[in-house]
């Protein structure tokens, strides 16, 4: 799709899965290099400190780019990770931010535990992988800005079908069924347990065509979690969703300024 993404995979690829990290970051990253991934430290030193140890304790890895796109000076990536043989598997959303010359300079990531048993049978990560509608971009990207801030922020859930699909709504999140109807069990079955989930901020959106991710801090029950929602919409109505999901760690356990 361009520069920015082919660099931004690039990074995984070379970096990451090759190993070549210390080659990747100066080859891929801008002057500056701040990073979310709380356990790693900001800039170009923080990248090969961390990586360093993570490629030692995984000797096989194993990387599926499933799906990414630019919006402007951002990056978004959908990655499917597999270490040691299947010993792990993580699920992993991305933000970049990129500068002039296409390279990163910031980045916000989401990573999640692969599952294999789902409600609904989809994977967290099978689907479409490519864009449509480019010229539905920001249409799509207010839509799904507008449900966020509508239904789970605010909590008007009278007005869902405003944004979802009544005829097809495709669930990847592992505990929640297709259409309304597994959004509606999924969400009694919380009330049951006296948990609560409301999402309570919105950072980041980007989008391409039929593609709307976002970046949010949400609070289910007590915890305070971070959330990279994907959504896909067709017909000015969301028709399929992913998501990855991680608990904010307390702030003593950062080693840069935080998620978000």
Do not use: C
Request: proline share 2%.
């Amino acid at each position: 799709m361009g520069t920015r993404l082919d660099n931004a995979k690039a990074l995984y690829m070379e970096g990451i899965r090759d190993g070549n990290y210390v080659e990747a970051i100066n080859k891929y990253v801008g002057d500056r290099y701040a990073q979310h991934s709380t356990p790693v430290k900001d800039g170009k030193d923080g990248f090969i400190e961390f990586f360093a140890d993570f490629i030692e304790r995984n000797p096989h890895r194993e990387i599926e780019i499933v799906r990414g796109f630019e919006d402007g000076q951002y990056v978004f990536i959908h990655a499917l990770q597999t270490l040691n043989g299947g010993e792990s598997r993580w699920v992993t959303a991305d933000i970049f931010d990129t500068d002039d010359q296409a390279r990163m300079i910031e980045h916000w990531d989401i990573i999640g535990e692969f599952v294999d048993d789902t409600v609904s049978g989809h994977t967290q990560v099978d689907g479409p992988t490519e864009p449509t509608d480019l010229d539905k971009t920001e249409e799509n990207k207010a839509l799904v800005t507008g449900f966020i801030t509508t239904v789970l922020v605010n909590g008007e859930f009278d007005k869902l079908t405003d944004y979802i699909s009544t005829e097809s709504y495709i669930q990847h999140n592992p505990q929640v069924g297709d259409g309304l109807e597994g959004l509606g069990a999924f969400v009694a079955s919380l009330t049951e347990q006296g948990i609560s989930l409301r999402y309570e901020k919105i950072h980041k959106v980007v989008g391409s065509g039929s593609f709307v991710a976002v970046l949010s801090k949400m609070k289910l029950g007590d915890t305070d979690m971070a959330v990279i929602d994907l959504f896909r919409v067709a017909d000015g109505r969301i028709i399929e969703h992913w998501d990855v999901i991680e608990e904010i760690t307390p702030e003593e356990t950062w080693v840069n300024s935080g998620k978000f």
